[in-house]
């Protein structure tokens, strides 16, 4: 063996390994979220994007992902791996996934409400951020079950801002329960803004936790119009209780990078889409 030929075959090896390593852990951001954005895989890996790219085409060769503009989802019967369905991410978790994209959606949102509104925000990262947008407007009633979305808004002088009773949810700092849903009925408001874990045209919201799912259909009940808030890794993305079918939902506020067949089919059973774009 040539001098040189020991050093330049371990450089290979630990190409080889670190570039395992990445793919590995890009396996694991999929089966977490169902879609990750190239941006938030390169952030994960602390890679660039022309290496995540790269990445993602010898994964999608091997059949472990789909690669779309701006992302990857997992193929269709990767796409709900063992313990995904009734995997609640706790709200630190989530606030660290599409930071940008949900603070896009949330500004699109905004535009959704008008002066004088009565409104139902239900819990997550998302309509946190949404909830902090309206501090602007005027007159306007909101009632939530979220503590998050109730911090947002505590210092808005024109808001009135009403909490459900109910039992402290703490992984998604959230009121739940019989008491929170018997405080919504009765309600009547124009607009319910929810989110959730999963997004399909077959089933419609949906999320891991049964009591989380209650509420959140009360909340919906208590509206005119469902907007749903849900970033592109929830697209596509089914789990456990179904919260809102497709047909009660009115708006999909979402980001451009969520995958656009999805989308299409969701627009042809008559949701209204509106698109953020970072």
Do not use: C
């Not at 999909?252 to 953020?276: G, I, K, M, Q, S």
Request: glycine share 8%.
């Amino acid at each position: 063996m040539a001098p040189g030929d020991d050093s330049r075959t371990a450089t290979e090896g630990r190409r080889s390994m670190f570039a395992a390593e990445r793919r590995q852990r890009i396996l694991e951001l999929m089966h977490a979220n169902g879609a990750v954005s190239l941006r938030d895989i390169a952030q994960a890996v602390q890679s660039s994007e022309v290496t995540v790219r790269r990445d993602l085409r010898i994964l999608e060769a091997d059949g472990l992902l789909n690669r779309h503009h701006g992302g990857a989802t997992l193929p269709g019967a990767l796409a709900t791996p063992p313990g995904a369905l009734s995997r609640e991410p706790t709200y630190a978790q989530k606030a660290q996934v599409a930071a940008a994209e949900k603070a896009a959606i949330a500004e699109l949102a905004a535009s959704l409400v008008e002066d004088g509104d009565a409104i139902v925000i239900g819990a997550g990262t998302t309509t946190q951020l949404f909830a902090q947008q309206l501090t602007r407007y005027a007159e306007l009633a909101v009632v939530t079950n979220s503590l998050l979305v109730a911090q947002a808004l505590a210092n808005a002088p024109r808001v009135e801002v009403v909490l459900t009773g109910g039992t402290l949810r703490g992984a998604i700092l959230a009121l739940v329960g019989s008491a929170a849903e018997r405080s919504l009925a009765g309600l009547r408001v124009r607009r319910a803004f929810v989110s959730g874990n999963g997004l399909t045209p077959e089933r419609g919201v949906s999320t891991p936790n049964m009591q989380v799912a209650s509420v959140d259909r009360a909340l919906a009940a208590a509206a005119e119009e469902i907007v749903v808030l849900a970033d592109h890794t929830k697209i596509g993305v089914d789990t456990m209780v179904q919260t809102i079918p497709t047909d009660e939902i009115d708006h999909l506020v979402t980001d451009d990078a969520a995958p656009r067949d999805v989308l299409d089919e969701l627009a042809n059973r008559a949701v209204r889409l509106h698109v953020a774009r970072p």
